[in-house]
C-alpha cells in the first residue's frame, strides 16, 4: 500500500473514530440513567375529574379552524400530569404553571437502552401568536429560536398523518394569570397526540379488516336485529378473514365490536374515516349482556382500547371512568348504569381487554377465535362478578379501598382476575 493510500486510511479511520465518540457523547448527554420529572401520586376521583375537564376543552379545539378559548388551572393540568402518567407509566408527565410559564416535564423510558428521555418545554406568555418556548433534552438547553425549529419539525412530522395549523394558529393569545393558562386553540379533527402515543405502544391495526368486519356487522344487523351482546361477538368472530392474518383479524374484530356498540369513532384506531363507512354505516346499537346495558359497552370499549394502544392503558381507562363516576350525579356512559364506583363495571372492563390480549397472541388466536364465534354471555363475563360492589360514592370506595394503587385495591383487582382465569375466555 502506498504512503498516500496508508495516511488516507488512517485518516478515515481517525473520522470513524471521532464520529462514534461524538455519537456515544450525545447519546450520554441526551439521555439520563434516572427520570427527571417526578412521579404524580395515582389519579383519584377528583384528579379524574379535573383531566376529563381539561380534555374535554382542548377535545372541543379539534377540527375548529376559528379555534376554541381554553382556560385551564393547577387542578387540570394536574389532573392530565396523573392521569397521562398513570395511563403510560413508567414514563411521566407534570404539567405546571410557575409565574407567567408553563412548564411541561416528561420522562421517558427507553426500555431496550435502559436510559430515561428527559424533556422540559417552557412556555412564556403573554403571546399574540405560539408563546415563545424553550426546550431543553437531557443536558442540553435549547434557545427559543432553535426550541421553535424543533416544533416546528414535529409539526411537519404530523402533517403526513392529518392536517396540522402553523403554530402560530395552533395556539394564540396565549396568557398565564392568576394560576390559569389561557388560549386560543386550534388542534387537528383527528390522529392528535393520543393517536400519537398510543400508535407508539401498539401495533397498528388492520384498516381494511376492521372495515370488513364493521359492514358484515352492520349488514347482519339489519337482516336479523339483535340485542344480544354475545350474539355480536359471535358474529363478528365468525367473519372470513380474508386473507388477513388470524392476529390482524382479530385484533380488527375488537375495533369493529366497539365500533357498534359503543362509537363508530373507535375505528380511529385504524384510522378510519367517516368517508369509508358510507356504504355500511348503521346505528350504534344498544345490547345487553346479563341484563344490562352498560357491561357491552365497558367490554367492548376496553377491548378495543387494548388493542388499538395496550392492555396497560386499557386498564387505566376503566379505572377512570369508574372514579369519575364516584362523583357524578349520574353516569356518562350508558343507561341502565347505575352512577358511583362499580366493580362490577370494572370487573365487565377487565373481561373485555383479557380476552383481547388473549386473542392476539399468535399461539391463541386461532383457538380463541374458535371460542369467541361460540362464545356465551357467562363466558363473557363470569356472573358471580357482577355480584360485587356497585354504586359505590367516592366516600365509600376510598374508605374501603384508599386508591388505584392501594394494596387492598389491588388485591381486589388480583380476586376478579382470578375468576376471569378460571371461568372466562383467555
Known sequence: MSTDGGRKSERLLIAVAALLLAAVVLFFTLTSADPSTPAPPAPDAAAVGAGRDAYRQLRAAQGSPQGVVVNLGGAQLAGLSAVASHGFRPDRLSIDIERNQVVARA??????????????????????????TRISIGMWHLPARVSRWVL???????RRRV?????????????????????????PKRSGLVDQMASAVAEPVDRASVLRAYCALADLQRKKPSAD?????????????????????????????????????????????????????????AMQLLGREDWPKHWALSAAIAVGAGTQLSEAAG??????????????????????????????????????????????????????????????????????????????FVKRYGGVDDPRFRQRVREVDAVLAANGLH
Open 152 to 158: 416546528q419539525f414535529g409539526r411537519l412530522y404530523l
Open 229 to 285: 351482546f354475545a350474539e355480536h361477538v359471535r358474529r363478528a368472530f365468525s367473519v372470513d378473514p380474508a386473507g388477513a392474518s388470524r392476529v390482524e383479524f382479530n385484533r380488527a374484530a375488537f375495533i369493529a365490536l366497539a365500533m357498534l356498540t359503543v362509537d363508530e369513532r373507535v375505528g380511529d384506531f385504524a384510522d378510519l374515516h367517516p368517508e369509508d363507512l358510507a356504504k355500511c354505516r348503521i346505528d350504534v346499537t
Open 319 to 396: 379505572e377512570w371512568k369508574e372514579l369519575a363516576d364516584s362523583l357524578a350525579r349520574r353516569s356518562r356512559f350508558a343507561l341502565g348504569d347505575p352512577t358511583g364506583f362499580s366493580m362490577a363495571d370494572l370487573s365487565a372492563d377487565r373481561a373485555g381487554f383479557h380476552t383481547a390480549r388473549a386473542a392476539w397472541q399468535p399461539d391463541k388466536a386461532e383457538r380463541m377465535a374458535a371460542a369467541l364465534a361460540h362464545a356465551t354471555a357467562d363466558q363473557l363475563l363470569p356472573p358471580e362478578l357482577v355480584r360485587r360492589e356497585d354504586a359505590m360514592t367516592n366516600a365509600q
Open 107 to 132: 420522562s421517558h423510558r427507553m426500555r431496550r437502552l435502559g436510559r430515561w428521555l428527559n424533556v422540559t418545554a417552557t412556555a412564556q406568555g403573554p403571546s399574540t401568536g405560539f408563546p415563545v
Open 163 to 187: 392536517e396540522v395549523a402553523p403554530l402560530d394558529v395552533m395556539v394564540r393569545n396565549f396568557r398565564v394569570e392568576a394560576g390559569t393558562v389561557s388560549a386560543l386553540v386550534s388542534l
